[in-house]
């Protein structure tokens, strides 16, 4: 399937303006209305109409775009109008990290308050045997990482042959995380007949047509945005750096100036999240950490801290650029730079959400340059060149040649360069060299001239007997 065809456009932005214009349930109405959320994003906007009908969906939105309700109100819709023929688990949501687990888990605890529905988390840092009992109290919506619920699945705890609903959310970001065969192995086990909706930031994923194909029935497909689309709220920056000291001095100046509530630090290693937030705190400010080898209590103070206001820097790697959504952050800043265009993306998709302006800055140093330079390609855009006069450097980014558009030093700088030159000045260039230097030398003999001619003698072979 070819999922990157035209967007689908219901002109649903007329005929539903607000949520309270979706023929929802009249408790879930409610419920918008004392949460004061009244209108609906683009993304729900599409999305909803769709999944009410039951029929199965492939949608594309940006982080931050409301994509959560639109998949949790059609469901919650379906469990509070239908009564469960059976007492196994209806509504399945499958997400890569147990931070959007957490983040899900929380929006839907605000839709069925006050309502015979119950929804349970199933992923990892918890206790294993406390996530069993969940499953024996048979709650309708069950939101999970892949890893963690295949281990139940491997002991027969959870029961999905009656599974009306299933949900796969940041479905490009489990491919990447090297879940597609566990997604699998799970799906095969749920009810063939289910509704099935997948959402995800990329419907170019190498990997998502052939899963799409293999999960979904017919879908309808909404695009309503790409990896590629420019954040028209976020404005990006790059600052050369000379190396990790000057760096570390860039973004102590940056977190010291700026103006924002909350800011998010972006490393690629534990490691250095580790090094780099304890710096921060030594120079007095209020900086937490967050990475992979956390358990789920410390992820939770963490967490907890910022949402508070109680630290207002948070140094992460990748696992939080899917899934966090605290208000108030303004700033991102990729100390280190991402490995590629969609962790990129992700990483400052974390700002400029709901229609809120935030600044993303890079600090590169010159091993980084080609790998910045590669995700502006990537994104087919150009990142703004700053400088900070109180904290300079001597690296500007790659020189370049005079006359020449490429950096001095690149295959294609040189290239350029050489094909300016004449091939017959080059070739009579080398033939003068060649008679330079064969001046004064004495003319070998002619391979086809005797060896006695030449003044030299015979070679005679060897006796059998001495060799």
């Not at 996530?131 to 069950?142: G, H, M, S, T």
Request: charge should be positive.
């Amino acid at each position: 399937m070819d999922y990157n065809g035209g967007n689908v456009d219901y002109h649903l932005s007329r005929s539903y303006p607000l949520l309270a214009s979706f023929p929802l349930h009249n408790r879930l109405l409610q419920t918008l209305q004392t949460l004061g959320l009244t209108r609906a994003t683009p993304i729900q906007q599409q999305a909803i109409p769709v999944a009410l009908q039951h029929r199965d969906l492939i949608a594309s939105a940006e982080t931050g775009s409301g994509k959560t309700f639109a998949f949790l109100l059609p469901t919650i819709d379906h469990l509070l109008r239908s009564d469960a023929p059976h007492a196994g688990t209806r509504a399945l949501i499958l997400v890569p990290t147990r931070e959007l687990a957490r983040q899900i888990l929380k929006q839907c605890d605000k839709l069925i308050a006050g309502t015979r529905l119950q929804a349970a988390l199933i992923s990892g840092g918890a206790s294993f045997k406390f996530q069993r009992a969940q499953f024996r109290k048979n709650p309708e919506l069950i939101i999970a990482t892949p890893g963690r619920l295949l281990e139940h699945l491997e002991q027969g705890n959870p029961d999905f042959r009656d599974l009306e609903i299933l949900i796969l959310d940041e479905a490009d970001r489990m491919l990447d995380m090297g879940f597609s065969e566990d997604v699998l192995t799970i799906t095969d086990q749920c009810n063939p007949e289910r509704q099935t909706l997948l959402f995800s930031a990329t419907l170019s994923h190498r990997g998502l047509g052939e899963m799409s194909e293999r999960l979904l029935r017919d879908p309808q497909v909404i695009t309503l945005s790409t990896v590629r689309d420019p954040h028209q709220n976020i404005t990006q920056q790059i600052i050369p750096a000379d190396d990790a000291v000057h760096k570390r001095k860039l973004l102590a100046w940056l977190l010291e100036n700026e103006s924002y509530d909350k800011a998010l630090v972006f490393t690629n290693t534990r490691l250095q999240a580790d090094t780099l937030g304890g710096e921060l705190r030594k120079q007095h400010i209020r900086a937490g950490v967050l990475h992979g080898e956390m358990d789920q209590e410390q992820r939770n103070q963490v967490m907890g801290l910022l949402r508070q206001g109680k630290i207002r820097v948070l140094v992460a790697t990748d696992v939080a650029a899917r899934g966090l959504d605290v208000k108030g952050i303004d700033l991102v800043i990729n100390f280190q730079m991402a490995r590629n265009g969609k962790e990129y993306v992700h990483r400052i998709g974390r700002t400029g959400r709901a229609g809120r302006q935030g600044l993303a800055i890079a600090l590169i140093s010159h091993q980084e340059w080609n790998r910045m330079s590669g995700i502006e390609r990537y994104l087919k855009q150009r990142f703004e060149r700053r400088t900070i006069a109180e904290v300079g450097g001597n690296y500007q980014g790659p020189k370049r040649q005079k006359g020449s558009g490429k950096a001095a030093g690149s295959k294609r700088g040189k290239a350029a360069a050489s094909s300016t030159r004449k091939p017959a000045q080059k070739t009579r260039q080398r033939l003068r060299e060649r008679e330079r230097k064969n001046i004064g030398k004495r003319r070998q003999p002619s391979a086809t001239k005797p060896a006695r001619e030449a003044g030299h003698k015979p070679l005679t072979r060897r006796p059998k007997s001495e060799e």
